[in-house]
């Protein structure tokens, strides 16, 4: 069946219940954004015209709001707990209903066990029959209880599931044998899936897809007017627990109110929290229109260095403000920080929010050394001379939230085996069922080798497709996530098996080719003249990187504003 955009929510509303106060905080939002997202329905159906989309059966299956699972969130949502995650599920609830998908929404293993028509109670009862829906998407919790509910099926099976997963699994740990072998075990990695099933928060992880949420957009009118009611010298904190406040803040807190009068939206029952300094206005907690008006008038949104890699900062640039952020230096990771130890990742965060500074900068976010005062004096002095206009990259805006869906929908494909790549010279040109001839752009990189291909190679349709790809070796001890940054692109792993062969290599020059487990690979090692190709797919990693090797590296291009998607993507 063709799947038809919808833009009237009540279904939506009505299948995500209530009670608690998680369910409450999502459909208030749902509800306040009900016209955007109306308006951009229309936009992407314009822009797609007539073409086929598929409507897909859908179970989306929240697991950290279980009870099962502890729901250690719904008790907090009134009290300055983590918001990010309701916020995503709230807008991945809603563009799959506005995409036109036939959903069934599950918050319970009841009601999961419901769905997939396996007998209630406990124990693992293995779905017999075949899956009831084309995609699940849910997260790890869920995914442990699919486990236990679904049995030795849940393996035959998962080619379907999607992991909505903040921030992010890289394929190293996401492999069960690999990751038990070279240490890269945690509580959450080691399913054996395609990395790309991983969905994140902020696209920071090129191994997985990216998911996001949507912010409020403003239209003309509202753009105008905040930029007329700008109070120069107000600034909010981006931090609604106590606990964010703690320990050595009073110094640049001090510097700050010295210019600017300091607001908080700091959650507290019936005293003023003792960590947040008396010239601070402190609002409470607010609902997240009432937040959004805050931000409308205030210059600066300003991050004391947790919470990491949150929407609220998104927010605080939609609506004018000037987000200013910590540095880390050294960069915290799940080696060195408390709150990344045990997530399947060792990606390195160089501030509090990556995103805000790599793909949004300067003039909206200024990131600066908060130890150094001089320099923390001086950005808060030019934030309040510099004038900027609301701004919200395209990818968070609800149009661009659903055309990256859409795109992931219709063209991820996880449970089709993906063939092999042929070089040219052994297969027959333009053969069957959508080949087509590629030939790959020499890019030359600073201090790297480019590479291309001697000759034409066909390739099965593919997507991203094949005329995104440039191929490239990175620095010794380079990852190919930097490598294709530093030259204006982005890793695509999914371009990993055209790379993966000897062709690719030719230029290189080795001595001797051959083929092992390691997810750093395909790479080559310049002192030794040895190259390695990779021999299980699963480990094929943007990520990975090693001192003593040369790394090939498939990048794509991507659109402005909308890094999921490559130019001939849509
Ligand atoms: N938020 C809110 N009221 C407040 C402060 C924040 O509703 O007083 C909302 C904010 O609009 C954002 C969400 O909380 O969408 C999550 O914010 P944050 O960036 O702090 O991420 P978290 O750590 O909660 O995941």
Redesign the pocket.
């Known amino acids: 069946r063709q799947a038809a955009f919808r833009t009237d929510l009540s279904v939506l509303l009505d299948q995500v219940g209530g009670g608690k106060e998680s369910l409450s905080f999502m459909k208030r939002r749902i509800r306040r954004l009900a016209p955007q997202w109306a308006t951009a329905a229309n936009r992407l159906g314009a822009k797609l015209g007539q073409r086929w989309r598929d409507q897909k059966k859908i179970l989306i299956h929240v697991g950290f709001l279980t009870e099962e699972s502890g729901d250690v969130f719904s008790p907090k949502v009134l009290k ?8 995503q599920w709230a807008d991945i609830l809603t563009a799959l209903h506005v995409l036109g998908h036939n959903l069934k929404i599950s918050m319970s293993v009841k009601e999961l066990q419901g769905f997939l028509g396996v007998p209630p109670g406990r124990g693992s009862c293995p779905l017999t029959g075949p899956l009831p829906f084309d995609l699940i998407y849910t997260d790890y919790h869920g995914l442990q209880q699919m486990k236990q509910h679904m049995g030795l099926s849940l393996k035959k099976h998962k080619c379907h599931i999607r992991v909505i997963d ?1 921030f992010g699994t890289e394929p190293a740990y996401n492999h069960e044998e690999y990751a038990t072998l070279h240490g890269y075990r945690t509580n959450w990695g080691y399913w054996n899936l395609n990395a790309r099933q991983y969905m994140t928060m902020f696209p920071h992880t090129p191994d997985n897809s990216f998911m996001g949420f949507v ?1 409020e957009e403003l239209n003309e009118t509202e753009k105008r007017s905040i930029q007329q009611n700008k109070v120069n010298n107000m600034a909010v904190v ?3 627990e106590a606990s964010m406040w703690k320990q050595g803040k009073d110094s640049f807190l001090e510097i700050l109110h010295k210019y600017m009068e300091v607001h908080g ?1 700091v ?1 507290y029952e019936t005293q003023r929290p003792p960590e947040v300094p008396a010239f601070v206005k402190n ?6 229109h ?3 008006q805050l931000l409308r008038k205030a210059k600066l949104f300003i991050g004391f260095g947790f ?2 890699e ?4 998104l ?1 605080a640039i939609a609506n004018g403000c000037i987000f200013l952020q910590p540095k880390f230096q050294p960069p915290h990771s799940s080696l060195n920080h408390e709150f990344f130890r045990g997530k399947p990742t060792s990606r390195e965060v160089f501030s509090q929010h990556p995103y805000a500074e790599e793909y949004i900068g300067r003039p909206y976010v200024m990131t600066v050394d908060y130890n150094n005062s001089l320099e923390f004096d001086s950005a808060v002095k030019e934030i309040m001379r510099t004038k900027v206009e609301p701004y919200l990259p395209y990818e968070y805006t609800c149009e661009g939230m659903l055309e990256r869906v859409h795109a992931y929908i219709q063209n991820q494909d996880f449970c089709v085996p993906e063939p092999p790549f042929i070089p040219a010279n052994f297969s027959r040109l333009g053969s069957a069922s959508g080949s087509r001839v590629i030939r790959p752009l020499f890019v030359p990189l600073p201090n790297s080798t480019a590479l291309g291909w001697a000759s034409n190679v066909t390739a099965p349709a593919a997507w991203p497709p094949l005329s995104s790809l440039r191929l490239l070796v990175s620095q010794e001890g380079q990852s190919c996530v930097e490598a294709c940054q530093s030259a204006g692109f982005i890793c695509e792993p999914a371009h990993f098996r055209f790379v993966n062969n000897k062709e690719a290599l030719l230029e290189v020059q080795c001595e001797v080719v051959d083929s092992e487990i390691n997810h750093i690979l395909p790479a080559f090692s310049v002192m030794r003249r040895e190259c390695s190709l990779q021999r299980e797919p699963l480990l094929f990693s943007c990520a990975g990187h090693s001192p003593k090797y040369r790394r090939l590296c498939p990048c794509r291009d991507f659109l402005r504003g909308q890094v999921a998607l490559c130019r001939d993507c849509l």
């Open positions: 300055g707990g983590p918001l990010g995650e309701m916020v903040t912010s981006y931090g609604k939206t959650y609002h409470g907690l607010l609902p997240q009432e937040l959004q919470p990491y949150g929407p609220a900062p927010e």
